[in-house]
T-cell receptor, first 110, second 114 residues
Framework: QKEVEQDPGPLSVPEGAIVSLNCTYS??????FMWYRQYSRKGPELLMYTYSSGNKEDGRFTAQVDKSSKYISLFIRDSQPSDSATYLC??????????FGKGNQVVVIP | DAGITQSPRYKITETGRQVTLMCHQTWSHSYMFWYRQDLGHGLRLIYY???????DKGEVPDGYVVSRSKTENFPLTLESATRSQTSVYFC?????????????FGQGTRLTVV
């Protein structure tokens, strides 16, 4: 079983909608949780970083971690066409390594 | 320019040939990583390095060789390329500190093995 599960289905939403993405993980020792955004033919870039349960907000983005359920989420409010990208959850573990989910391709339709 | 640079950006090679993908970072980060990205698999770790002359296997190391003689460079070599190694390869770097583990990625090398 892969340590980080992310349903890789694409998601199309109208502009202004709320986008909800989530991942589950298996190892309760994981401590650091990230969301990366990847535009087409580009490298992933860090979007959100958290290491505790609860919510973290940054503008229109909210990252949520529930360690008891081993569940992490990303919400994008008031989605914009510029948010169209692939979103990857990632979890940090030993030696600064990252385990990634498979990613969700999000398309925001104007 | 500061950052992490990969070269070449695109490469087509034949089965059985040796090919080396280059990665250079200007931050002096301790850790460097090679990932491959494939549809249906996401990003998978090939090799990583904690410092110069220290390397270790990741999730999918077979068929690859790495070296790190200098902190800033981390080349990845495919000793005898196979079609299954057709992929997009990303180099990344990170620096441990205050418990943070986020990595910074290059733009990727799109490799096609024919």
């Amino acid at each position: 079983q892969k340590e980080v599960e992310q349903d890789p289905g694409p998601l199309s939403v109208p502009e202004g909608a709320i986008v909800s993405l989530n991942c589950t993980y298996s190892n309760s020792a994981f401590q650091y949780f990230m969301w990366y955004r990847q535009y087409s033919r580009k490298g992933p870039e860090l979007l959100m970083y958290t290491y505790s349960s609860g919510n973290k907000e940054d503008g229109r983005f909210t990252a949520q971690v529930d360690k008891s359920s081993k569940y992490i989420s990303l919400f994008i409010r008031d989605s914009q066409p510029s948010d169209s990208a692939t979103y990857l959850c990632a979890i940090g573990y030993g030696n600064n390594r990252l385990a990634f989910g498979k990613g969700n391709q999000v398309v925001v339709i104007p | 320019d500061a950052g992490i640079t990969q070269s070449p950006r695109y490469k087509i090679t034949e089965t059985g040939r040796q090919v080396t993908l280059m990665c250079h970072q200007t931050w002096s980060h301790s850790y460097m990583f090679w990932y491959r990205q494939d549809l249906g698999h996401g990003l998978r770790l090939i090799y990583y390095s904690a410092a110069a002359d220290i390397t270790d296997k990741g999730e999918v190391p077979d068929g690859y060789v790495v070296s790190r003689s200098k902190t800033e460079n981390f080349p990845l070599t495919l000793e005898s390329a196979t079609r299954s190694q057709t992929s997009v390869y990303f180099c990344a770097s990170s620096e441990p500190g205050l418990g943070r583990t986020e990595a910074f990625f290059g733009q990727g090398t799109r490799l096609t093995v024919v």
